[in-house]
């Protein structure tokens, strides 16, 4: 079955830490997202990408990197742990018409950094 | 202002009750997805529209790009209605997804 998913699904990090959030999709679909959900802001763009080699930065890049390995896998990094970064951070992958298409979102990861 | 803004920000509805949801847009949007999160914080499409109106059982969503705004329709609410609703809207360009803050919505008995 075609799907999103997510991995960890819980982190609890430290300040100054690495991290690193995976996700894999196996909807065939060329276009990647990673988002984070804080109360009282819905969901915001971190990064996106349009294929594998490719990484675009989106509304709130800042503290992230991401790579996209190949069609099927997309990572956010967290080189350096702030606080500020708690948060759920959704994985969504779409279709090929860039941020115009439908996307399909995994089941989130609940991000703690202490 | 907000480029989404998601009206109401809570709703509570009687099971059997009809409501709606909207979202209106400060610039012109080339589609609209509509989504429920559950009580899980899975987050469950329910719509995509690039234009015009679309209809999956009790639930009812239109897209009105000219006039700028979209609208969800719940029809005899039940109780597993209950989470948040999300509109999100890519910008003219296709290069953004913007979401709205969501409507919290609960369904009692």
């Known amino acids: 079955e075609a799907a999103v998913t997510q991995s960890p699904r819980n982190k609890v990090a430290v300040t100054g830490g690495k991290v690193t959030l995976s996700c894999n999709q196996t909807?065939?679909?060329?276009?990647m997202y990673w988002y984070r959900q804080d109360t009282g802001h819905g969901l915001r763009l971190i990064h996106y990408?349009?294929?594998?080699?490719?990484?675009e930065k989106g509304d709130i890049p800042d503290g992230y990197k991401a790579s996209r390995p190949s069609q099927e896998n997309f990572s956010l990094i967290l080189e350096l742990a702030t606080p500020s970064q708690t948060s759920v951070y959704f994985c969504?992958?779409?279709?090929?018409?860039?941020?115009?298409?439908?996307?399909?979102f995994g089941p989130g990861t609940r991000l703690t950094v202490l | 202002g907000m480029p989404v803004e998601q009206n109401p920000p809570a709703l509570s509805l009687y099971e059997g009750a009809d409501s709606g949801l909207r979202c209106n847009f400060s610039?012109?949007?080339?589609?609209v997805q509509w989504f429920q999160q559950n009580h899980r914080g899975r987050l469950i499409t329910l719509f995509y529209?690039?234009?015009g109106t679309k209809e999956n059982g009790r639930l009812k969503s239109t897209f009105n790009s000219k006039e700028r705004y979209s609208t969800l329709h719940i029809k005899d609410a039940q109780l597993e209605d209950s989470g948040t609703y999300f509109c999100?809207?890519?910008?003219?360009?296709?290069?953004?997804?913007?979401f709205g803050q969501g409507t919290i919505l609960k369904v009692y008995l």
């Open positions: 999100a809207a890519a910008t003219s360009s296709g290069q953004k997804l913007v």
């Open positions: 529209l690039a234009q």
């Open positions: 969504a992958s779409g279709g090929d018409r860039g941020l115009d298409a439908e996307q399909f």
């Open positions: 909807n065939n679909h060329n276009n």
């Open positions: 610039t012109t949007m080339k589609s």
């Open positions: 990408s349009y294929g594998a080699g490719s990484t």
